[in-house]
């Protein structure tokens, strides 16, 4: 990954938190880590726990945010939200998959909020 991608995936998550924000998320942890991989963001949305994948970039020419969340990416958060889930005893609590879109265009951010983005993907 190059460095200009690193920096653009940061700044977008500091947009997408300043957004989901806005929104009413209550903000719980960033970049939750565990021998499973990595979620972006983790926030409460009402009742439900949300495990928030952040896609920034310049242009999504070939497929949507949405779409360019791969099964084996889909595989990886999930993984972790259990991880997530177990380690904190939240079984109870209700949980879904969002994702913020940020599109960087030379005039402004189009950010689009995908909520319920995908089901549980466990094999």
Do not use: H, W
Request: a positive charge; aromatic letters at 10%; hydrophobic letters at 35%.
């Amino acid at each position: 990954m190059t460095k200009e991608r690193i920096l653009l995936g940061k700044e977008g998550e500091k947009i997408a938190l300043r957004y989901l924000k806005r929104m009413g998320y209550q903000i719980i942890e960033r970049n939750y880590r565990c021998k499973f991989g990595e979620v972006d963001i983790i926030a409460k949305d009402g009742k439900f726990l949300s495990f928030v994948e952040v896609r920034s970039g310049r242009n999504f020419i070939f497929n949507t945010p949405k779409e360019s969340i791969t099964k084996r990416k889909q595989q990886q958060i999930s993984k972790v939200a259990l991880n997530y889930i177990k380690r904190y005893q939240l079984t109870e609590t209700e949980a879904r998959f969002d994702v913020v879109s940020i599109k960087f265009s030379p005039l402004e951010e189009d950010i689009e909020l995908i909520k319920d983005a995908f089901e549980l993907a466990i094999t």
